[in-house]
């Protein structure tokens, strides 16, 4: 759960830190969009009051007989300020919503941004999917997240002032009558508050359903997809997985719908027996002479604002303890997120086309919750410019390894060196650009072709170097005879005019993507794993001749794409069991051969 999540993190915050946070990041991301809601306190206020104070006056005016001409001045004076406060407000609130959305895109694009740049070891782990949607739907993207936090939290200081005002009326009227709204407003706000307890501490169960629902009607949807929907008849069986998470879905849905109908039935219940209570004292008082018919209509509208500002401090309150949920959620996700420890760090700078030393010196890996470490004191040194095969059963740590390589992990023990400094001394950015990575999994954009090859904006893209990249990947041939250009779109999700490419013919684009790259060193991680024998090797073939004049590390589970390899590793259980050539090894007769 969430909860079990953040222990293993950082620490918590409260209610009143994490509001006080939220209202200074918003304040610092638009400070008219926080004044905007202060100024809307004073107008709500002065237009509650104007509201109960206008009839009182009118009354007044009739019972005593004015004339004409006063009791239309009267009216113009305060209907005319009511009604500028009304366009005040509308204005206020039509402004607000257009700032809030402004903030959300910005918060989007720094929570999107944050989760790019993160260290690939946060954003890999199991929970990070769900965490993710959660916060960019929930509170980010609906656009409305900044907007009902700050509703809240002027609610509250209006209703606050209101109260403050009116508390000075009703005193020189009835005391029990402004305790009883009082202990009212105590029962609605313990009710309220023991539901908002229930909601945080239950939230993830259905958030979770939500997302698994979300995911499988985005997942089988799609035109990757839509094949085997249709050929195995998938329909019923998805259709009953879809069903059970949504029968689960809807008995949390019950259950909040009751807490929503018992803090209605509270609040309308303590409401009944003030407003009855209210009420006849102000008709005793009529009847005994002690107040008049202006006074009943003023006093009654003061008693009916100050309970409406007690309930609106209840709601806001409860609200606002939500909302800190939400804003923790957010803060633990991004703190969860940000980079640590990269000050300091030089910049590796190395001449054109020098190809760097890489040594693993002594280097162990463990998985978070595995028994044992992955790879366990390995000892690597790669030459420059030699083409390493790593060999090994599933498990071994050959995937391991390389993520280590890339940087995407760092060894809990041990060190790699880069020319005999530790890479640990140097910043991310300088150590991906001597890599170029292709792994089995292929990043295949709804962007265009030359775009998925120098993953870069199209303003920026070199075409020469990106045909230069197609003729060495051998997909020259193809986009002729398909007509196609670096323009056109991959996949059809974006344009039904993309171009959808076959196994092999996506392997030669990443090698392309990586030719245009140009990186020192080359790292193959089971590239060829979905290809027949003939495209694996003809895909290998293309990776061998360009390699030429690079470190390149290949990973492979077929040992035929390995004698070409300057030297085979072999990885047994996190260990180098043997090392050497396609011969040296056959001859030596081990587990290689």
């Given amino acids: 759960s969430p909860e079990e ?30 004044w905007l809601y202060a100024a809307g306190i004073g107008v709500g206020v002065g237009t509650s009051f104007l509201g109960v104070y206008m009839p009182s006056v009118l009354v007044a005016d009739i019972t005593a007989q004015a004339g004409l001409e006063r009791i239309l001045g ?15 407000e ?10 809030g959305k402004r903030i959300a895109v910005k918060q989007e694009e720094e929570v999107v941004k944050l989760s790019l740049e993160a260290s690939y070891d946060r954003v890999e782990r199991a929970e990070f999917p769900e965490e993710f949607w959660r916060l960019t739907e929930r509170h980010f993207w609906s656009r409305e997240y900044n907007t009902v936090f700050m509703d809240a939290f002027a609610a509250l200081a209006t209703a606050l002032t209101g109260m403050v005002l009116y508390v000075g009326m009703l005193s020189g009227l009835s005391l029990w009558i402004l305790l009883l709204v009082l202990a009212g407003t105590g029962v609605d706000h313990v009710v309220g508050l023991q539901c908002n307890k229930w909601d945080t501490k239950n939230r993830h169960k259905w958030l979770k359903l939500d997302y698994r629902m979300n995911y499988l009607s985005r997942r089988t949807s799609t035109y990757e997809a839509s094949k085997d ?43 009944m027996v003030w407003e009855v209570a209210a009420y006849l004292y102000l008709v005793y008082l009529v009847c005994e002479g002690q107040l008049d018919a202006a ?31 939400y804003v923790e959620e957010a803060r633990k996700f991004q703190e969860r997120l940000c980079r640590s420890g990269e000050e300091g760090r030089e910049e590796l700078v190395l001449p054109p086309g020098h190809i760097p030393e890489i040594t ?33 059963l599933n498990g071994a740590g050959k995937t391991t390894l390389v993520k280590l390589l890339c940087g995407l992990y760092q060894p809990d023990e041990g060190r790699i060196l880069v020319n005999g400094r530790s890479r640990a001394e140097m910043t991310p950015q300088e150590w991906y650009g ?50 196609l250009d670096l323009d056109t779109f991959m996949g059809k999700v974006i344009s039904p005019r993309g171009i959808e490419l076959s196994g092999g013919q996506q392997q030669r684009l990443t090698l392309a993507r ?45 040992l035929a794409s390995t004698r070409f390899s300057d030297r085979i590793i072999l990885l047994d259980q996190g260990r180098i069991q043997e090392e050497g050539t396609h011969e040296q090894l056959m001859e030596r007769g081990g587990a290689y051969a």
């Fill in 295 to 325: 006074g009943f209509v003023f006093y009654f509208g003061i008693v009916t604002g100050f309970a409406s500002w007690c309930a609106s401090i209840v709601s806001s309150m409860r609200k606002l303890h939500l909302e800190a949920s």
């Fill in 434 to 483: 001597l890599l170029s990575v292709v792994f089995q999994e292929q990043l295949i954009l709804p962007i265009t072709i030359a775009e998925n090859i120098s993953l870069q904006p199209r303003e920026e893209t070199d075409d020469g170097r990106v045909w230069a990249a197609l003729e060495k990947a051998g997909l020259t041939e193809t986009f002729s005879r398909q007509k």
């Fill in 5 to 34: 999540a953040d222990s293993k993190g950082s620490r918590s915050h409260g209610t009143v830190e994490n509001l006080w946070y939220w209202l200074k990041t918003l304040y610092r991301e638009s400070p008219g969009f926080v």
């Fill in 229 to 271: 929907v249709h050929l195995y008849h998938m329909p019923p069986w998805l259709e009953k997985l879809f069903n059970r998470d949504l029968k689960e879905r809807l008995h949390h849905t019950v259950r909040q719908q009751g807490n929503y109908f018992l803090i209605g039935a509270v609040n309308g219940a303590t409401r």
């Fill in 90 to 99: 509308t204005w206020i609130g039509n402004t607000k919503q257009i700032l």
């Fill in 514 to 558: 990586a030719l245009y790259k140009d990186a020192p060193v080359l790292v193959l991680d089971e590239p060829t794993a979905a290809l027949d024998p003939i495209a694996e090797s003809q895909v290998y073939e293309k990776y061998l001749e360009h390699s030429r004049g690079k470190t390149a590390i290949f990973i492979s589970h077929r």
């Fill in 360 to 392: 693993f010196s002594n280097v162990s890996f463990q998985y978070e919750g595995a028994n044992e470490p992955t790879l366990k004191n390995l000892d690597l040194t790669m030459r420059p410019g030699e083409n390493i095969a790593l060999v090994g």
């Fill in 74 to 88: 009267n009216l113009a004076f305060l209907g005319g300020g009511l009604a500028c406060l009304y366009l005040t």
